[in-house]
């Protein structure tokens, strides 16, 4: 015999009226649930979250978190966020742990275990055995007093606060509660370390982060594609060597090599003129260009060309140039 459906009113949930307000009501508690935190962090909770940052960092192993319910998920994205930041971290089941994944951890690691109530009976075993081997335990729990809690070596004690469900039932501004304090102990961790842009290059070859955190260098047109004329090369000769090129710019060096201008399809309209032609690139240049380092991420080489409205940036060493990168080698390269 089939199950019946729990008896939900269309009305209510089309109705748009109330969508909104719904909506703000929840996004007021989780807001409440997060002050809550951030008030805890400057009183009680300080010491174990301090606490907590010394012992994860001084750790021969991993970072080990578990848990189940939604905060087994929450747990599986922080882990992500500890991985992908500097801390070696991966997610171990509560329920699976009981059945040979405790192998997974070994006596150098930590355990970050979560759990809202604390009294989770799937923790049990994992507590026993973190306590047999000595592995050191955190937890992340609203109740101090709970078993949990109590077993842990430091327990970050999360503040009361009601859930956005109307009924105070699903776990909505507790699960985000306990995702913001562990991005917070996640980015405090990074920051101790002083893990750079380019230690988190290493960790994300992929996508668009992977490819923003490549720098200009890895994009950049060398040699003889970079559109170059020295200063006092007639503007036909400079416009040949433009269209050539693609650009849209020819940069001018001096008798050094060095970059003394650039002359861009703005400055031929800006000067435009029966004798343009015949004039000489000093004349039309624009002097002091803006240039870039092979080490600017390319992140901050497409910010800089969007707030300069250009398209093109010559990359310099020691003001001679040594590339050149147009914002199409960002798009191909997924960045923007």
Known sequence: MALSKPNITKSAMTDSAAAIPSALRTLEAEADGVTALAAALQSDLGGAFVAAIEMIRNAKGRLIITGLGKSGHIGRKIAATFASTGTPAFFVHASEASHGDLGMITADDIILAMSWSGEQPEMKNLITYASRFKIALIAMTSDNGSTLAKAADISLTLPKAREAC???????????????????????????????????????????????????????????????????????????????????????????????????????????????????????????????SPGLLAGETLELLNSSKITALLVTEGKKPVGIVHLHDLLRAGVA
């Not at 047109?221 to 710019?249: R, W, Y």
């Not at 343009?276 to 624009?286: G, K, S, Y």
């Open 166 to 292: 109307p009924h105070n039932l699903a776990p909505t501004t507790s699960s985000l509660m306990m995702l913001a304090l562990g991005d917070a102990i996640a980015i405090a961790l990074l920051e101790s370390r002083g893990f750079t842009s380019t230690d988190f290059s290493v960790l994300h070859p992929g996508g668009k982060l992977g490819a923003m955190l490549k720098y200009a260098r890895d994009l950049m047109h060398t040699g003889e594609a970079i559109p170059l004329k020295p200063l006092g090369t007639k503007m036909s000769d400079a416009l040949v060597e433009m269209s050539a090129k693609g650009f849209g710019c020819v940069g001018i060096v001096d008798a050094n090599g060095q970059i003394a201008g650039i002359v861009t399809d703005g400055d031929l309209r800006r000067h435009m003129r029966p004798d343009l032609m015949t004039a000489i690139v000093d004349e039309v240049m624009t002097k002091r260009p803006k240039t870039i």
